[in-house]
């Protein structure tokens, strides 16, 4: 088992930036895919980016290609979403994730085993 714990969001003007941070800890000896994934009232979850073991290969929506950046830290168990030029269609809750699985470079959520409880990012026009 792994546990997450997401922090790092807040309320921010449009342009602005956040990052986001995840602490795992539990089985963290296994070499896990991690990735955040966000979800906006009344939409679905979406995929946002995720980060290979080793950190050398990663994956972004389009929606923040160019603007977010994923990376981690195995020495520490964390991982980090660093979120530039904000706009108000960033709102949302947004979730670490976890899995052991092959697939990971997808981002479909039915993937990711271990999820954190979230952290609400909301950006202000």
């Known amino acids: 088992q792994v546990q997450l714990v997401e922090s790092g969001g807040g309320l921010v003007q449009a342009g602005g930036s956040l990052r986001l941070s995840c602490a795992a800890s539990?089985?963290?000896?296994?070499?896990?895919?991690m990735g955040w994934f966000r979800q906006a009232p009344g939409k679905e979850r979406e995929f946002v980016a995720t980060?290979?073991?080793?950190?050398?290969?990663?994956y972004y929506a389009d929606s923040v290609k160019g603007r977010f950046t994923i990376s981690r830290d195995n020495a520490k168990n964390t991982v980090s979403l660093q979120m530039n030029s904000l706009k108000p269609e960033d709102t949302a809750v947004y979730y670490c994730?976890?899995?052991?699985?092959?697939?990971w470079g997808t981002g479909r959520d039915y993937l990711f085993d271990y999820w954190g409880q979230g952290t609400q990012v909301t950006v202000s026009s």
């Open positions: 980060i290979s073991w080793s950190g050398s290969l990663t």
């Open positions: 994730a976890a899995t052991p699985r092959a697939g």
């Open positions: 539990g089985r963290t000896s296994n070499r896990y895919a």
